[in-house]
């Protein structure tokens, strides 16, 4: 694992995250897993080591630049095999992490990692996102699920009144944008996805 340890601690260092102790080992955990219960479950297509800690770990981490420090509650919506919520959760432990996910296979080894880490911030909800009601949360995120007008119709019941919503969107993000009706706030973020060329568009949505 000494190769995939350096590719996750140059990541976390391009992020500028500091890797605090037990920080790489919690992501080789989870890197291990998914690998071992991938087999059985289909839980993601990305399989090599590499590709699996900048394209699931790494992309994670940018919703970062959108996140205050604080402690706030932040939703994962359609959060399969964790992302972004886990690497977040791993990162920032004072925010209060519900990952939300209906398929019960994935939701089984949300509940695995969660306790074979002890993460005491993260709560997994299986449940589609149209079914969560009387709960509602500062900031929410989801990655290729939706558009940005999709995202909003069908989360906007959970964000309180002074909360936002977090995407990560590719190239294709103008013809998505052109699709947002209403009173909405966008702000985005250009970024490239560390150890990569690729672009990625960070993306707030602030509802007035």
């Not at 919690?26 to 289909?42: G, I, P, S």
């Not at 432990?93 to 994935?106: A, F, M, Q, T, Y």
């Not at 306790?115 to 709560?123: F, I």
Request: hydrophobic letters at 45%; charged letters at 30%; glycine letters at 6%.
């Amino acid at each position: 694992m000494d190769r995939e340890k350096e590719i996750i601690a140059e990541g976390l260092v391009l992020l500028e995250i500091k890797p605090v102790e037990g920080l790489i080992e919690r992501f080789l955990f989870l890197l291990h897993e998914l690998k071992r219960w991938n087999r059985a479950y289909n839980l993601t297509a990305i399989t090599e080591d590499e590709d699996i800690i900048v394209k699931h770990f790494l992309d994670s981490l940018l919703y970062l630049r959108f996140i205050p420090i604080g402690s706030y509650s932040l939703c994962d919506i359609g959060s399969g095999a964790g992302f972004p919520g886990l690497p977040i959760a791993f990162v920032r432990d004072e925010l209060n992490i519900s990952l939300v996910e209906p398929s019960g296979k994935k939701s089984i080894f949300l509940r695995h990692i969660k306790k074979k880490l002890k993460l005491a911030n993260v709560e997994i909800i299986q449940s589609r996102v149209e079914d969560l009601k009387r709960v509602s949360f500062d900031i929410l995120v989801t990655r290729a699920l939706f558009t940005i007008s999709e995202f909003i119709k069908k989360a906007e019941h959970l964000v309180e009144d002074k909360g936002f919503f977090i995407m990560n969107k590719g190239p294709a993000i103008d013809d998505e944008l052109k699709e947002v009706s209403g009173n909405v706030h966008i702000e985005i973020v250009k970024t490239k996805l560390p150890l990569t060329s690729i672009e990625r568009n960070i993306v707030k949505i602030t509802k007035h």
